[in-house]
Each structure stands twice: as C-alpha cells, then as structure tokens.
C-alpha cells in the first residue's frame, strides 16, 4: 500500500463519515439548478436558446467540481490546526507524493459530489444528448477537480489561517465561477468579457462538460482538454513546491 | 547518532534557539530539559526537520538533516507534544496510516498494532473514531503510534503529559525495553524530574534558548550540589515561573519577537 494511496483512502473516508458535509454541500448547487434553470428557464427559452435547465446543469456540475475541490485545500488547514499535519511532514515520504494523495483525494470527493448534483440534475429534468459521450464528461469533471484540488492545496500550503484562506478562496474562486460560462452563453459578450473568459480554465472545463453532455460547444474538444492539463500540471507543480516548503 | 552545532532559529529578533551544541550516542536516552517556552520543542522541531534553522548545523545518524531530510525522516520516529492524530479516522486507521508512511510490511504491521494497542490498553477501541477518545486515551493512542516502527532514533516531547502514574510506567518500561532489546537512541523532553532522573543517562538543561548544563543526572546534581534532579534543575534555571505555560507555537514566538522589538 503506498502513501498516496492511503491519503486519497482517508479523504474518501473522512468523506462518507460525513454525511452533513454531503447534504449540505448539494444546497447551493441545487438553489443555482432549481432557482436560475426555472427562474430564467422562460427567458432563455423566447432568445432562442432552448432549454436553460439543460444548458445551465453542465455549468452547475462544474460548479459542485469546483468548490468541492478547492475546499480541499481547507482540509489541509484543519490538519495543520489540530496537528495531523505534522504525523505527514515527519513521515520518510516524499512531499509531492503527500501532496498528490490528497490533491487526489480531494479530487475525487469532488467528482462525486459533482456525480450526486448530476443525479439530482437528472430528476429536475437534465437529459444527457448521447450517454456513450458520459465518459468523456466524466474526463472533464476529472481534469476540473484534479486542476482545482491542486489550486486549493497550493493556497492552503502557502497561508497558515483558516480567515485568510477563506477570503482568499471568495477573491479567487467566485470570479473563476461566474466568467466560466456556468451560467450563461460564452457567444456575442462584449470583447473585453470574452476576453477575460478565455482566461479562465474552467471556462474551458464547463465547456468540455457541455459539448459532453449536450453537444454544444464554444471552443473545442482539443483546446478544452489542452488547456486544462497544462493548468492542472503547471498547479500540481506549484502546489508541490509550496507543500515542500511549509513549516509547522 | 545526533550531532548538533551551534545550532541557532530566530523569528524576527527572537532567537529561540541560540548557538547550541550536543551530541548524542548510539542507543543512548537523553534528556533534552528545559523550563517552558526554553526552546525544547523548537530544537525538536529542527532535529525533525519540520523546522529549518536559521544556522548552524545537524547530523542525524551521518547525515546533514538540511540537504537529505527525506533519508533523515527514515531514521526517526516521534511522539509529538501536541495532538497529531486524525480525530476522523478510528485508532486502527492511524495505526494503519502511521505503517504506511514508515514502510512496516502489512503482516508485521497488524501484529504490532495489535500488541501496542493492547499493552496500552487501546485494542477494545480500535474501531472507534479517534474524536471520540478522551485525552489520556489519545495520548496512549499517539505513543502506541509512534512506537509502530522501530526507528533507529525515537524523539519523545513531552510523552508522559496528561498520563496516569500507570500507562507512564508502562511507556517508560516499554522505551527502555526497545533501547536494550534494540538499541534505539532516545531523545526526549519532559517537565518531570523523577522521571529523566530514572531513564535519561546524559541530560542537557536549556533556557533562554542556551544549553545551560550537559551531564549525568548524577554529575548534575554534583554541580549544583543538590541532593535531587528538580533541585537541581532549580538552581540551573531559577525558581520564577515563565511566562508560558504550553507549547510556544511559530505564531506566539512571532508576536514575542514583534513585542521585544517594541520594547527596545
């Protein structure tokens, strides 16, 4: 059994203990979902855009990825405050291995909180447009989650207090949100906000999860799967270094 | 087995270690004194790499622990003075965890487990969640941890804190059992006196982050013509109770280093 093993295994199982972080982690992706996809439903629908719950459920799918996996970076100072942190930094393991068992565990917390959204999506009535493209869309929320959980782990290594993670995470991860394109179309925005869409990764996320789940799509397969990895390498690189240096 | 040189960590203007030296034998017990915020932990967290001094130099078993931590970190095991187990997994799972880290094949591991549970009286537990252990339990839980593999050089800070007088003497028995049976070093921290009187053959007593007196129990008692190690403890280090009364955190030596610049 390696370590990265068994540090993804204890993030599953800090996971399925618990049960209130997974109701309430599903509230504000079901408010989004039920609020916005019937509130503006109408609206979407007389512009010609179809249906908004069946655009909006890949955005809001990327949504649960993205908050789920940068919350993990919390998970990191919760540990450095109650001491485990300190078990990990003395054990004869290389740090980048620590660090990649709980970027992947926090990971694949995240996918299936993004998996449990995409059920509930499904009874409001979400309809994938081809189930055999449910793999790659499961690569998506993959590539997402891993991208993200790097990201959370590389601020939670670099800031030692909970306040300050947390402001930080509301600076960074609300804008990486709403300019994704989670919520609505990416075609006809001013310049200046495609712009600014195209720099950032998860709009590239939520797209790959649309053209895997409705067939619809801004910029590409290739360019959205390119994307992603360079990100998501170039933060597990950065997220390495930073857990390398931290002292306790 | 340990050799450290004019060792030196500063935050800010504070220095919390200053300028000390000691060696250390293979499979001796050393008794690293000191009363709070002297600098114990902090030299601690140096040898054990969690910590990178401002100067000065380390050699754990003939390596630089600054250019090869991740060889020094197979050397050692440590039982930490604060609590550093995970409260949502069971006691079995940190055991489990802890022998993963340190490469204990799985066979050996479950029988290892199993006996330090018992013999700290743990085993009936060994299913429940860490969070629900009082204090004394957690404590039995993070030395039954640390003793899971048998590393060349065993830290204990403060191991015995919160104990009762039996799981102490079970510790202690089992400490020096593993040091004659096995030949592990022993480096370790404790505020009572009786207790590095008994185990520790060589003591070294810091205050204000400087080596005070290295010597036997015996030696020390000599020196300071006392006839007991807490007398003479006393007389090395002066009987005015300090300021604090835990372990002092990066954070609290940071503020202390903030407040002694605007003292000056």
Redesign the interface.
Request: glycine fraction near 4%; avoid cysteine; aromatic fraction near 8%.
């Given at each position: 059994?390696?370590?990265i093993y068994?540090?993804w295994l204890?993030e599953l199982?800090?996971y399925a203990?618990?049960r209130a972080q997974v109701v309430a982690s599903l509230g504000q992706p079901l408010l989004y979902l039920l609020a916005l996809g019937f509130g503006l439903g109408p609206v979407f629908q007389r512009a010609g855009e179809g249906s908004y719950v069946q655009f909006v459920a890949p955005g809001v799918i990327a949504m649960t990825v993205l908050f789920s996996s940068v919350l993990s970076g919390m998970g990191l100072l919760w540990?450095r405050q109650?001491?485990?942190l300190?078990?990990?930094?003395?054990?004869?393991?290389?740090r980048i291995q620590v660090m990649l068992g709980r970027t992947l565990g926090g990971a694949t917390v995240a996918c299936i909180q993004g998996l449990l959204v995409a059920v509930v999506a499904f009874v409001a009535g979400f309809r994938v447009v081809d189930l055999r493209t449910l793999p790659l869309a499961l690569l998506f929320m993959g590539l997402i989650a891993a991208l993200f959980s790097a990201m959370g782990t590389a601020i939670g290594s670099a800031i030692?207090n909970i306040q300050s993670f947390q402001l930080t995470m509301n600076f960074l991860v609300m804008p990486v949100f709403f300019l994704s394109g989670a919520l609505f179309p990416l075609d006809h925005l001013p310049r200046v906000l495609s712009v600014i869409t195209r720099i950032d990764p998860l709009a590239y996320g939520v797209d790959g999860l649309r053209i895997a789940l409705i067939g619809r799509a801004a910029f590409g397969l290739a360019l959205d799967g390119a994307v992603l990895v360079a990100v998501a390498l170039a933060l597990l690189g950065t997220g390495s270094y930073l857990f390398s240096k931290i002292?306790? | 087995m340990i050799r450290v040189e004019n060792l030196v960590r500063q935050f800010g203007d504070f220095a919390a270690v200053d300028r000390i030296s000691f060696e250390v034998g293979a499979g001796e017990i050393f008794a690293f004194l000191g009363p709070n915020g002297a600098g114990k932990t902090t030299t601690i967290k140096m040898l054990t790499t969690l910590l990178r001094p401002t100067a000065g130099a380390i050699e754990i078993d003939g390596l630089d622990v600054a250019r090869d931590p991740h060889e020094v970190r197979r050397r050692f095991g440590i039982v930490f003075q604060d609590p550093s187990l995970d409260g949502d997994m069971t006691a079995y799972e940190n055991m489990e965890l802890h022998g993963v880290f340190y490469h204990v094949p799985r066979k050996v591991r479950a029988e290892r487990t199993e006996r330090l549970l018992r013999l700290f009286e743990l085993w009936e537990r060994r299913n429940d969640l860490v969070k629900m252990f009082s204090g004394g339990m957690k404590r039995r839980l993070e030395i039954a941890r640390g003793l899971l593999h048998t590393p060349k050089i065993l830290f204990l800070d403060e191991p015995t804190l919160g104990l009762d007088p039996q799981t102490r003497n079970q510790l202690w028995t089992h400490v020096k059992h593993l040091n004659q049976a096995e030949g592990v070093t022993v480096f370790l921290t404790t505020h009572y006196m009786d207790e590095a009187d008994r185990v520790a053959q060589r003591i070294a007593i810091i205050d204000h982050g400087k080596i005070v007196a290295l010597g036997s129990p015996q030696e020390l008692k000599q020196q300071t013509g006392k006839e007991s190690l807490e007398e003479a403890f006393l007389a090395l280090t002066g009987s005015t109770i300090r300021d604090e009364t835990a372990n002092v955190s990066r954070d609290r030596l940071k503020t202390m280093a903030k407040l002694w610049e605007n003292r000056r």
């Open positions: 059994m390696s370590a068994i540090l204890r199982r800090r203990r618990s540990d109650f001491g485990f300190k078990e990990t930094l003395v054990a004869p393991v290389p030692e002292e306790v | -």
